[in-house]
C-alpha cells in the first residue's frame, strides 16, 4: 500500500483524483474569500478580474494560462517588458530572480491578497483542467525559465526534472521559503520535491500552506 502511494503509481493514478476532490473542495471553502477579493478588485482600480497574463510553461514544456486574480495595474506584464519608464525596474526583476521587493505595478488590493496568497485561488481551475497539480513545482514564464537558464547553466537538469511533472498551486520551495529563495535553490528544492513525490509528501506541503498563506512569509 504504501508503495502505491509514492513515486510513479501515485503520480500517474492516486494524485489526478486526490487533486480533483480536493480542489472541487476548496473552491466551496474558498468562495467567500474569493467573491470578496473579485469585488475588492473591481473597487480598487481599472482592469479584469484575473490577470492578463502570458501563458506558463507546464508539464512536458506545454503551454498553458494560469489563471490569478489580477493584483497590478492592467498589461503589467507587458509594460514592465516595453515602457522605457520600467527599465530600470525590469533590470532589476531579472537580476533578482525575476522578483521584486518593491514593486510599483503593485495596486492596494493586490498587495493584500499578494501576501496571503488569495491571488492563487483560481488555479484551482487550472487544476481541475488537468494542467496543474495542487502540490508541485513553481511554474514559469518561458522568457524568466530561458534567462535563468543563461545565468545559472548548471541547473539544466534539475529543470528538465522539474518539468517532468505538473506544476503546482502550493510546492516545497512555497513553505520553504517562497520569493525570498533564488532560482537555482528553488529549482533544488522542487526537484527535490519530485524524486521524493508522494501522497505523504503533499500532504505535509499542504498543511504546511495555510500557515505561509495566514503569516504571508516570503510573499512579496
Known amino acids: 500500500?504504501?508503495?502505491?502511494?509514492?513515486?510513479g503509481n501515485y503520480q500517474n493514478k492516486i494524485k489526478r483524483i486526490f487533486d480533483i476532490f480536493a480542489s472541487l473542495f476548496l473552491f466551496i471553502i474558498f468562495s467567500p474569500i474569493s467573491l470578496l477579493t473579485a469585488i475588492a478588485i473591481v473597487l480598487d482600480s481599472d482592469g479584469p478580474i484575473l490577470a492578463d497574463v502570458p501563458e506558463r510553461i507546464g508539464e512536458k514544456g506545454k503551454k498553458f494560462k494560469m489563471y490569478k486574480f489580477r493584483s497590478m495595474i492592467s498589461n503589467a506584464h507587458y509594460l514592465l517588458r516595453t515602457d522605457p519608464k520600467f527599465k530600470k525596474l525590469f533590470n532589476e526583476y531579472k537580476k533578482s530572480?525575476?522578483?521584486?521587493?518593491?514593486?510599483?505595478?503593485?495596486?492596494?488590493?493586490?498587495?493584500i491578497i499578494r501576501k496571503h496568497s488569495f491571488d492563487e485561488i483560481p488555479q484551482l481551475i487550472n487544476v481541475l483542467k488537468g494542467e496543474m497539480s495542487l502540490v508541485g513545482p513553481r511554474a514559469y514564464y518561458p522568457d524568466e525559465l530561458e534567462n535563468q537558464l543563461v545565468e545559472y547553466p548548471k541547473t539544466k537538469k534539475l529543470v528538465n526534472k522539474v518539468l517532468s511533472v505538473k506544476p503546482g498551486i502550493t510546492g516545497l520551495w512555497q513553505v520553504s521559503g517562497r520569493s525570498e529563495v533564488n532560482f537555482d535553490k528553488r529549482i533544488e528544492i522542487d526537484a527535490k520535491y519530485v524524486d521524493n513525490i508522494s501522497l505523504w509528501k503533499d500532504l505535509q506541503i499542504i498543511l504546511k500552506t495555510p500557515l505561509v498563506m495566514v503569516s504571508g512569509k516570503g510573499a512579496i
Open 97 to 111: 530572480s525575476y522578483k521584486l521587493k518593491r514593486d510599483p505595478r503593485i495596486t492596494r488590493v493586490g498587495k
Open 1 to 7: 500500500m504504501t508503495k502505491f502511494l509514492k513515486g
